[in-house]
């Protein structure tokens, strides 16, 4: 098994990186060419660092690099600074999982594809609806934050536009506020979310949205369980 990771260098991505490392699966990573990368990786047999910007690659070069690659990992996100919120590019997410789409499409195997989502993503087709106030809240972040709405059209991609493809089996995990924590614990998974994220958030280490993500690629019982799905996962309290 071999597994493209985007969003490497991020707090969940080196997380996943070395879930894969615990389980011998070897994964090609892409890292920005500033990314500072731990000597653990580079020095690891079973890592292939790529050098690059994501969202300057094109479909070919993406081609190229998922071709001996039986899944991808995307942890891609925006930088938590005023460039990283509100500079180009606006659609990292959504362009790459459109990318990714694309590019399975033109080779003649099926692959597997689990992004990192978030609560903030409303599953309409599968019959969730947000309150009047998580519907405000929402509105207004589509327009003042840029990320945020990134991050919808990119679950809506899936949703609505790659659907139940038989060549591109997907799954978009969606935890709630984000924290880091040193070990895994007990999770909890549901196919809805069963809290507001913005009235009465739960919480989600991202050591076991990794372990969650990486779970999906070894286990076929819960492959199958959420592929065409987005899964919500909190900490069990």
């Known amino acids: 098994m071999k597994t493209l990771v985007l969003g490497a260098s991020g707090a969940t991505g080196k997380l996943v990186v070395s ?18 990368t731990p000597v653990e990786i580079t020095d690891n047999k079973n890592i292939e660092i790529v050098r690059g910007n994501i969202d300057e690659f094109n479909t070919n070069l993406i081609q190229e690099l998922m071709l001996d690659c039986d899944s991808v990992i995307c942890c891609l996100g925006h930088n938590i600074n005023f460039k990283g919120m509100f ?7 959504m362009n790459s999982v ?29 019959g969730e609806e947000n ?7 929402f509105s207004l972040l589509e327009i003042m934050l840029p990320p ?31 924290f880091d924590e040193e070990n895994e614990s007990v999770y909890e998974l549901y196919e809805s979310k069963i809290r507001s994220p913005i009235f009465n958030s739960g919480k989600t280490s991202r050591i076991n949205v990794s372990h969650f993500m990486v779970e999906l690629l070894t286990n076929d019982k819960l492959w199958q369980k959420w592929k065409y799905n987005t899964p919500v996962i909190y900490n069990k309290e």
């Open 148 to 178: 945020h709405k990134d991050n919808m059209l990119a679950g809506d991609y899936l949703v609505y536009g790659v659907g139940t493809s038989n060549k591109i089996e997907w799954v978009a995990v969606r935890p709630d506020s984000l």
């Open 19 to 36: 879930q894969l490392l615990k389980r011998n699966i070897t994964a090609r990573i892409v890292l920005r060419e500033t990314a500072i």
């Open 131 to 137: 309150t009047f106030g998580e519907k405000l809240v």
């Open 87 to 93: 500079g180009p590019p606006y659609k990292l997410v």
């Open 98 to 126: 459109k990318k990714i789409s694309e590019a399975i499409l033109t080779i003649h195997e099926s692959k597997k594809l689990v992004l990192m989502s978030t609560t903030a993503y409303t599953n309409k087709k599968q």
